[in-house]
């Protein structure tokens, strides 16, 4: 009987520790709800285009990676105007990476033919920068950054659709999850068993490139 009650405490102290770790999880059920709790969006293409930024993905392209079909942020290559070069930024609200932090999310490129490309890295800290190019129509990509403990302190973590409108289409982020090391499975300390134990959470637009 104590070993339940044991493995019980146990249990809920390492999922309390998890929830309190997570610091941003986001799903994109409302990218343009996103401004309203902090999000940045840059658009700097040149020239601009018909697309503001990132926006609501759509369903006619692909699904979201989970959640409902359009529950994922997008780009496009209308982000910039014919001919122009693509600059849009998706910027987290800032959290707390004084400890060091895990970050997970998921990309996906559309469209047979075109290039689009993708950097992403930490916004306000000294870290390297990753440019990546999303492989066309080959699903959902998982994709893991880990930052040490920085003495900055706060940090934000960037997203840029980069590229040139003649070689982009269109681009999907989801399931974004930030959060502290702790939340990666660490086990809580003794004083933190102990004190649970005596108490016993826009457009959606994709073109087609003609085969030659």
């Known amino acids: 009987m104590m070993k339940k009650a044991f493995a019980a405490v146990v249990l809920a102290a390492m999922t309390m520790s998890a ?7 986001e799903g994109f059920d409302n990218v343009a709800g996103l401004a309203a709790s902090g999000w940045t969006f840059t658009n700097s293409s040149n020239p601009a285009g018909v697309t503001t ?24 290559y209308n982000n910039a105007a014919p001919g122009g070069t693509i600059n ?34 930490f916004y306000g800290v000294s ?6 190019n999303p492989v066309p129509d080959s699903g959902w990509t ?12 706060t940090a934000r973590f960037a997203f840029q ?11 999907g982020l989801d399931s974004l999850t930030i959060s502290t090391q702790d939340a990666a499975g660490d086990v809580p300390e003794p004083a933190s068993l102990a004190l649970l134990a005596g108490g016993l959470l826009g457009l959606g637009a994709m073109r087609r490139r003609a085969r030659r």
């Open 53 to 76: 930024g990132w926006y609501q993905g759509s369903g006619s392209v692909f699904g979201a990676q989970s959640g409902d079909i359009t529950s994922f942020a997008a780009a496009n």
């Open 88 to 121: 849009s930024w998706l910027i987290t609200p800032e959290f707390d990476a004084s400890g060091g932090v895990d970050i997970s999310f998921y990309l996906r490129a559309a469209g047979e033919g075109y290039a689009d490309q993708v950097s992403y890295g």
């Open 161 to 171: 659709y980069g590229g040139t409108y003649d070689s982009a289409n269109y681009v």
């Open 19 to 25: 929830q309190a770790g997570v610091l941003i999880n």
């Open 142 to 153: 998982l994709y893991n950054v880990h930052l040490d403990a920085n003495t900055l302190g």
């Open 127 to 132: 870290a390297t920068t990753t440019t990546i």
